[in-house]
């Protein structure tokens, strides 16, 4: 008896407080869903690291371009000093000509003829008599004079140009050898760059293929990409499930067949018969996403039922993004008889967007008298303090096994331990609709206080 009168003090204490917590909400101003904010900073940073990925590969593109250019540069320095170097060669042949020319003038050998043929023809002119020996001296002597003096100019203006000439190809050579030294010196810089070049590029490379194949270990390993929703998606995503910024949006979403349907219309106080409940049925009977406001104007909550993920239509790990959960206030992640990778990603996406999130397990009741089952319960034989002994012990086998197995499987996903509802749907509706407490209660008050408060936490302004 008094275990039984502490629960029911405890359950008392639990609705007053829901019952504050609705009121609150109701006199209440709300606020943007933060989810939305965290969604962009989510989608800024892997835009990011996107983008740092892409800008590497460019970069080592770019690095690969550049020490193809750096080396087609080095070798064209390399031909241009070669040539320098041809150049030098040739004008040294040049300079060696030259000065072995230095030791005889062409213009003096052909003074010297000229000089003979006058000589010859005077000779000639004074043996026939045509002139006086005197005239002939005064003419030779003149003209000897005149030779002589050509021949000196002659000799120092060749020896002059000579001169001139070997000064000028000493230039071209040092001009030349300066040339070849600048070319080399661009040579060497050029090999320089491109080795540099070379390894940055393979660094990079070396980068870009290394995160390529963590990339595909992740994948074999069952660890899928990182999908944000962009602003269209977000957008699109409102207008679908009728977003409105004065409510709060609560999603159940699960495999198929866990309840979801059934848990809604116990939220919102009706039966699965009642006119307006959400439909159920043993097969998944929800294709689309359906909105079911609360019955009562007064509360501004509004409840949807996702399609079923695990189905052929819908893979687990692109549940979260296909049905738009980012844009829920607070998503109920709803099993039934196992913990499955569709839970795990969608706990996983909600931590990413810090998205609240309630595993609730649900079918209590029929879980239970399947274990009282194997514990030997037979209803026609056992009386009633057998089926009461039988009842406590296999509900605390069942809330403790629950508990375990999600805490294990959290562990295993790498997520954080978070508490399991453990929900009856007919226990929560006759607490929410008639407003009277179940021996049977389990988790259903607590559910319902935590998620109203973490609602009224996100979205009302104190």
């Not at 699109?236 to 979801?260: I, M």
């Not at 009562?296 to 893979?315: C, E, H, K, M």
């Not at 706990?347 to 810090?354: K, S």
């Amino acid at each position: 008896m008094g275990n039984v009168a502490s629960v029911t003090a405890r359950a008392i204490v639990v609705a007053k407080a829901i019952i504050e917590v609705v009121r609150f909400i109701r006199d209440s101003h709300m606020r943007e869903n933060p989810t939305l904010r965290n969604i962009n900073h989510a989608r800024n940073g892997h835009e990011y690291s996107q983008r740092v990925v892409l800008e590497a590969r460019q970069e080592a593109e770019a690095a690969r371009q550049d020490a193809d250019q750096a080396r087609r540069a080095a070798m064209e320095a390399f031909r241009q000093a070669a040539e320098a170097r041809r150049q030098v060669e040739e004008a040294i042949v040049r300079l060696e000509q030259a000065r072995g020319q230095a030791g005889g003038s062409p213009g003096i050998d052909a003074d010297n003829s000229q000089f003979r043929a006058d000589r010859a023809f005077w000779l000639a002119q004074a043996r026939q008599g045509q002139v006086q020996t005197s005239e002939f001296n005064l003419e030779y002597e003149t003209a000897f004079s005149e030779t002589t003096r050509g021949i000196e100019i002659s000799e120092q203006r060749s020896l002059a140009a000579i001169e001139e000439d070997i000064e000028r190809v000493e230039r071209e050579a040092e001009a030349a050898r300066q040339v070849a030294r600048e070319e080399a010196e661009r040579a060497r810089s050029a090999q320089k760059a491109a080795e540099r070049i070379t390894r940055e590029a393979s660094e990079k490379m070396e980068a870009a293929k290394h995160a390529q194949q963590e990339a595909e270990a992740r994948l074999r390993e069952g660890i899928q990409p990182i999908i944000i929703p962009s602003p269209e998606e977000v957008a699109a995503a409102r207008a679908k499930v009728q977003y409105q910024d004065g409510l709060f949006h609560f999603a159940v979403a699960g495999v198929s067949g866990s309840g979801k349907s059934s848990l809604i219309n116990a939220f919102r106080g009706l039966h699965n018969k009642d006119v307006g409940a959400a439909r159920t049925g043993i097969v998944e009977t929800t294709s689309t996403i359906d909105r079911y406001p609360d019955p009562n104007p007064r509360n501004p909550f509004v409840w949807y039922d996702i399609p079923g993920a695990g189905t052929l239509q819908q893979s687990d790990w692109l549940y979260f993004n296909s049905q738009g959960l980012f844009v829920f206030d607070c998503i109920i992640i709803l099993f039934d008889t196992r913990f499955t990778t569709t839970d795990i990603a969608i706990l996983t996406n909600c931590r990413r967007f810090q998205i609240p999130t309630y595993i609730v397990r649900s079918k209590a009741d029929a879980h239970i008298r399947n274990v009282m089952r194997d514990l030997g319960y037979e209803s026609e034989s056992d009386g009633r303090a057998r089926r009461t002994e039988l009842y406590n012990a296999a509900r605390e086998q069942y809330i403790t096994e629950t508990r375990a197995t999600v805490q294990r499987n959290l562990s295993e996903a790498g997520l954080p331990d978070q508490r399991a509802y453990i929900v009856c749907n007919t226990t929560l509706l006759s607490t929410i609709k008639s407003l009277t407490l179940s021996p049977k209660t389990i988790d259903e008050l607590e559910l319902m206080r935590d998620l109203l408060e973490e609602a009224r936490s996100r979205r009302c302004v104190p």
